[in-house]
């Protein structure tokens, strides 16, 4: 067999491995629930309008490169090929630690302590939370505060020798200290530490912790609200938990990471129609229990769902933003949880909780000036005004200032919130944001609105 042949089978067989692929795409569906987002769709000629889609040689790009056959387990073998070969990740949303441990890329900047938030937006956070407790105890609820911690703040020690974190304090830890001792604050990290286990309590291919982290997280809870906790029954381990960083880099594998199950008979039922837990909203009764249960959560709040579940006549899961409290008290909820994870404490001076601001009376200061640097936006929101918007430097003397809004001859107390969507500055961040509700009957005119900015020296400036 001369040269030619073998050059031109070389190039026979390498053109044909190159197009299954694309022959096979219509048969072999992609899927790519593991990557945490939506495939593309198929682009378009023309756009919805009738018009010419300038766009669609880059947009049938980036549809082939998703959709081509076999792509999970191409993508499969790539993670395994440099996470073996190089130590390293194919996705930067995924950490390659030690021993097979996988960590989430977006809680780099907590590990390292860089980036972290400045001490006015610690204590923008601390005076909004202590607002939301207030309201709760007016309404007769009882509040906890918690944050679930990153994996990598409770075990570190799997995490590459490479990430070396910076000589100062955490959010989490600036955040924990800001609280006064009578503040109802979970310390779910101490938590974690302080829990006896030779298992541990956070998956090992996945952001989360298992089903005995939640557990041991539930315990604490009720221990705090002086609610007998569910009982464990016995735990079984089994190796069958896809974890989602794995699905992430190797999503055609099969699920190996341990998860911790209880042989417990739960009593509770669903309200309603219940598709997951990752559901935005998920309400539960149980017979026989007492209290009415509100808990605001993310996706760690997903596998504690069961254990408070319950233990609670009535139980509602959301993960809606902003956090509606409108409904607190009365025949509403007497027991309000908000769980929020460390990588997005910063989402606390984001948005204002949904109810009414509370009416400021005796207003009192040393010192008052007058600055014309702000910005200030207002819309309806159901039975709502949502006044909302941001103030210059020249606002604050310190790092501890409380806003306030006055509309129609009524102060009120905003929450140190910087509503970044509404002002069209999405992902921007900002310490001088103020926003509030006021009910609608409230009435008069909006169009002449002060705000004023009260710091802890004493010091005040106002819009007007």
């Known amino acids: 067999m001369n040269k030619n042949t073998l050059y031109k089978i070389y190039s026979a067989v390498f053109i044909g491995i190159c197009l299954v692929p694309s022959v096979f795409m219509p048969f072999v569906k992609s899927d790519a629930s593991g990557e945490k987002r939506r495939l593309s769709d198929a682009p378009k000629i023309k756009n919805d309008d009738g018009k010419i889609n300038f766009e669609y040689c880059d947009e049938f790009e980036t549809y082939f490169s998703e959709h081509f056959a076999f792509r999970q387990q191409l993508v499969t073998l790539d ?64 509040f906890i505060f918690t944050i679930a911690p990153n994996k990598n703040s409770v ?54 912790w298992n089903n005995l982290g939640a557990y041991a997280g539930h315990a604490r809870l009720m221990e705090m609200l002086g609610k007998e906790k569910c009982p464990s029954g016995s735990w079984t381990v089994r190796n069958d938990h896809k974890g989602d960083l794995a ?37 539960t009764f149980c017979e026989g229990k007492n209290g009415n249960l509100l808990m605001y959560r993310d996706s760690y709040g997903e596998a504690i769902i069961p254990f408070m579940a319950e233990c609670f006549g009535s139980a509602e899961f959301t993960r809606t933003v902003p956090y509606r409290m409108d409904g607190i008290g009365e025949n509403g909820a007497d027991t309000v949880i908000l769980e929020i994870v460390e990588r997005n404490i910063s989402d606390l001076q984001k948005y204002a909780p949904l109810m009414p601001a509370p ?13 014309n640097d702000i910005t200030v936006k207002h819309e309806e929101n159901g039975n709502y005004i949502h006044i909302f918007g941001e103030l210059g430097k020249d606002f604050f003397t310190g790092n501890n200032t409380k806003i306030f809004v006055t509309a129609n001859g009524i102060t009120y107390r905003a929450f140190n919130a910087f509503e970044d969507k509404l002002l069209e500055r999405e992902e921007e961040t900002s310490d001088n944001g103020f926003s509030l509700y006021i009910p609608k009957d409230s009435g008069g005119n909006l169009e002449n609105i002060t705000v004023i900015a009260v710091n802890d020296d004493g010091s005040a400036v106002s819009s007007q």
């Not at 009416?359 to 600055?371: H, M, P, Q, R, Y």
């Open 359 to 371: 009416v400021a009376e005796n207003l009192s200061f040393k010192t008052l000036e007058v600055c």
């Open 155 to 208: 075990y570190p020690e799997y995490m590459p020798f490479n990430y070396s974190p910076a000589e100062n304090k955490d959010n989490y830890e600036k955040l924990s200290e800001s609280f006064e001792e009578d503040f109802p604050y979970c310390d779910m990290k101490a938590v974690i530490m302080n829990t006896d286990s030779n298992i541990p309590l956070y998956h090992k291919k996945d952001t989360h």
């Open 79 to 142: 993670g395994r090929f440099k996470s073996t070969v190089f130590g390293t990740s194919p996705n930067k949303d995924v950490i390659k630690g030690k021993y097979g441990w996988l960590y989430y890329g977006e809680t780099v900047n907590d590990f390292l302590n860089i980036d972290t938030l400045s001490d006015r937006g610690i204590n923008n956070i601390k005076n909004n939370l202590e607002m939301m407790n207030e309201y709760c105890k007016q309404n007769n609820a009882q």
């Open 247 to 283: 699905d992430m880099i190797y999503p055609s594998e099969k699920p190996d990471d341990t998860q911790i199950y209880s042989d417990y008979e739960y009593k509770y039922q669903y309200l309603g129609r219940f598709m997951a837990f990752d559901d935005m909203s998920i309400k």
